[in-house]
């Protein structure tokens, strides 16, 4: 208990239309209610489905701070379960992913369970014989979240039994999966390797309102996109001449304002949003031999160049993820505290389609957001100043202003100035909504 | 120059004290121009261009990483980082005329402000005999805990 806990005004009050308080950043109270209600009110990111290809495969994650397993069950649907024996809380699986067969065996004292989660044995059964087992929680076997959903191959869940539906909590903002999986000649993408996993010493929202901040590349970011663009001049080459693969995928943070102002966001309702409305870093990428002739074979010229055209930047699910359509990349941000967050960068192949755009979509994902990654560098270094910094007193408020206008509707779809800051502010709306939504419901209910 | 399982050995040490004192020019200079270093992110990957990996870079990305180290707007190394290097007495696995191979097991210790990570990782080298110089063919540095969350690793393990 403290100032937060369960308090929908003083949780709502660290919002306002232009600013937001650093409790927000630095409270481990607001952490933990965040986990408690946005991350159980909101659809949250669990996996893909070519993670848990086969029956009986699994892929151990979490849910804010929930440990979940991602399940393909003997019917082909794909369950997520609480990772957590019913008996004495065990973890049923430890490893990252594997096939459990037919049915998960918790290692402690055997209890076993189907692997949509049902209670399948108990050793020594008889041992709870008229004990009224079957009326507690541990009788009911493995816990299921309330609802999940597999968009295309993206599996979401949401961990609360009763809420909004998929549909009304992403809306349109689903034309930027759509983008990404229709880039596949096949319609479908299929995971590459492990995810790249970092570790910030920062809030989780500070990378997740950075993946729209447009402001900052080529501040933050000089040192290695200004640096690389100066070495390339050095170099001489005639402009015909093939650049350096980094010159391609880094050089572009360095644009001008102009840039980034005129390529524009969009917001949706629920805090989803997304840069590069009519053009983005990823728009002049060269061509790969055979993708436009596979694309047009499967959907036709005219549907193929739509695709193709749609080269959308950052597109942030509220609350915890970002994809990058264009280049098949997906972020998750996982809060650990209030100060700590892992960051895992997943690539997806596209089925069907030449190798050498995996290649490129590999070499985006470690030159910019591998722990190695001179371009990663920077940007851990300004989050973590960022959380120190908001340690002073009597400074204590974080500016979301930009390009703001009166009475924003945050219910309704934008199109703004690309350096606006309106997708954080439509971030913070859906963060109110979401953190408070079953708190309102609970106080109107007494 | 005859190359004998001593002068490999005694390459190695010279690179890591290399990597270890900032002395990067000379450091660039030991590569052969399309050479690659390597550091796969998945245990014993054995893709370094389509699948993810921690580094796979040219020296255009070598000499930008080493360049960007002094830059003055290189935010992350204000102050800058320091490493070190803790080599076992590498093995030599291939040896022919002019390519050799060898394996070397490291300890790698990388410090910035108060923070200090401990990375034990193994380094496969390619070595070539060019123009009576030793050189560096192609780098891998397999990280132990390769799947492990890491903080920044701002220099060169
Ligand atoms: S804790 Fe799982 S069976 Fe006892
Ligand atoms: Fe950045």
């Given amino acids: 208990m403290g100032t937060y806990t369960d308090n929908p005004a003083a949780l709502a009050a660290l919002v306002e239309p232009h600013q937001v308080h650093r409790d927000i950043y630095t409270s481990q109270e607001v952490y933990l209610q965040e986990m408690k209600h946005l991350f159980a009110n909101a659809w949250i990111f669990v996996g893909h489905e070519s993670q848990t290809p086969n029956k009986g495969d699994y892929f151990s994650t979490q849910i804010g701070n929930q440990p979940v397993i991602q399940v393909r069950h003997s019917t082909g649907d794909i369950h997520v379960l609480l990772n957590r024996c019913p008996h004495k809380g065990t973890k049923i699986v430890i490893d990252r992913q594997?096939?459990?067969?037919?049915?998960?065996?918790?290692?402690?004292?055997?209890?076993?369970?189907?692997?949509?989660?049902?209670?399948?044995?108990?050793?020594?059964k008889k041992g709870y014989q008229d004990t009224g087992l079957e009326k507690t929680q541990s009788g009911n076997?493995?816990?299921?979240?309330?609802?999940?959903?597999?968009?295309?191959?993206?599996?979401?869940?949401?961990?609360?039994?009763?809420?909004?539906?998929?549909?009304?909590?992403?809306?349109?903002?689903l034309t930027s999966l759509d983008n990404m999986v229709?880039?596949?000649p096949a319609g479908r993408l299929e995971v590459v390797g492990p995810p790249l996993r970092y570790l910030h010493h920062c809030n989780w929202k500070m990378l997740v309102e950075n993946q729209t901040d447009t402001c900052h590349p080529m501040?933050?970011?000089?040192?290695?996109?200004?640096?690389?663009v100066k070495l390339y001049e050095e170099l001489g080459l005639p402009e015909d001449a093939p650049k350096p693969a980094a010159m391609e995928i880094i050089a572009p943070f360095m644009s001008a304002y102009e840039f980034f102002e005129d390529m524009g966001i969009r917001t949706w309702p629920n805090g989803h949003g997304h840069t590069g409305v009519s053009h983005s870093i990823h728009s002049d990428y060269s061509e790969i031999p055979g993708y436009l002739e596979a694309m047009t074979e499967s959907y036709g010229a005219e549907k193929a160049k739509a695709i193709l055209a749609d080269n959308r930047h950052n597109t942030v699910y509220f609350p915890n993820i970002m994809i990058k359509g264009p280049i098949q990349q997906l972020r998750v941000f996982i809060p650990l505290a209030a100060d700590k967050t892992i960051v895992e960068s997943y690539i997806y192949r596209l089925v069907d389609a030449p190798d050498e755009l995996t290649a490129r979509t590999a070499m985006y994902n470690r030159m910019i957001n591998a722990p190695t990654s001179i371009v990663g560098h920077d940007d851990l270094e300004m989050y973590e100043r960022a959380q120190e910094g908001l340690m002073v007193d009597g400074l204590e408020w974080v500016n979301i202003q930009r390009l703001i206008e009166e009475d924003e509707d945050f219910e309704t779809e934008a199109i703004e100035n690309g350096t606006t800051e309106r997708q954080m502010r439509n971030q913070f709306h859906a963060w109110v909504k979401f953190m408070t939504i079953a708190m309102d419901e609970k106080e109107a209910a007494e | 120059m005859t190359v004998t399982r001593d002068t490999l050995i005694d390459f190695i040490y010279d690179e890591?004290?290399?990597?270890?004192?900032?002395?990067?020019?000379?450091?660039?200079n030991l590569w052969l121009p399309d050479g690659h270093y390597w550091m796969p992110l998945d245990y014993k990957q054995s893709d370094p261009i389509n699948q993810t990996s921690l580094m796979y870079e040219d020296m255009f990305m070598l000499k930008l990483r080493v360049e960007r180290l002094n830059g003055?707007?290189?935010f992350s190394q204000k102050p800058k980082s320091r490493c070190h290097h803790v080599l076992q007495r590498p093995f030599v696995d291939e040896m022919e005329e002019t390519r050799f191979v060898t394996t070397t097991?490291?300890?790698?210790v990388e410090t910035r402000l108060d923070e200090q990570q401990l990375l034990a990782i193994t380094a496969r080298h390619d070595l070539a005999l060019v123009d009576g110089a030793l050189?560096?063919?192609?780098?891998?540095?397999?990280?132990?805990?390769?799947?492990a969350a890491f903080r920044n690793i701002q220099l060169l393990p």
């Fill in chain 1, 141 to 173: 076997g493995m816990k299921a979240v309330g609802d999940v959903r597999n968009y295309r191959g993206f599996i979401f869940a949401r961990l609360a039994e009763e809420g909004i539906s998929f549909e009304d909590y992403f809306g349109e903002s």
């Fill in chain 2, 105 to 108: 097991f490291m300890h790698y």
């Fill in chain 2, 16 to 28: 890591a004290r290399m990597l270890d004192e900032g002395n990067y020019t000379d450091w660039l």
């Fill in chain 1, 98 to 124: 594997g096939n459990t067969g037919k049915f998960f065996r918790c290692p402690y004292h055997a209890w076993s369970f189907k692997t949509d989660g049902c209670l399948l044995a108990i050793p020594l």
């Fill in chain 1, 182 to 184: 229709d880039r596949s």
């Fill in chain 1, 219 to 228: 501040v933050a970011h000089e040192s290695s996109a200004g640096t690389a």
């Fill in chain 2, 72 to 74: 003055a707007r290189t």
């Fill in chain 2, 135 to 147: 050189r560096i063919a192609n780098k891998r540095v397999d990280i132990v805990n390769c799947d």
